[in-house]
């Protein structure tokens, strides 16, 4: 999820506050649809605090109308189905584990296989 000047976001906070003014929405508007108080609202956009349950995170996305897969990696989600996976199977570990290290261009026969639309670099 990029800005319109191409220069790539790094963060949670900062995209939940993009989109949300990309919407017109307030803090307090999005907090109470959320059903949180809008000074955790605050902190989330600012990168402090701990970070939303994975449900938080997916009523954020469907409110600020975004992806929500993106909205759980720039939290740093993972999947509980993942975590057992890995927990029960160290072979699959072990492919996480590796995962960071492979090129993009090992990546993309991998991005085709799943249907998934590799990242714009």
Known sequence: MGDED?????????????????????????????????????????????????ETVRKLAEILQADAEELLALAGKVSPE???????????ARLLRHLPNISDDELQPIYRRLKITPPKK
């Open 6 to 54: 191409g220069d790539e976001e790094k963060t949670f906070g900062e995209t939940i506050r993009r989109l949300r003014g990309e919407r017109g929405l307030t803090q307090r508007e999005v907090a109470e649809r959320l059903g949180i108080n809008f000074t955790y609202l605050s902190k989330l956009e600012n990168d402090r605090g701990e970070r939303p349950g994975e």
């Open 82 to 92: 993942l975590r057992d996976r890995a927990k029960r199977d160290v072979q699959f």
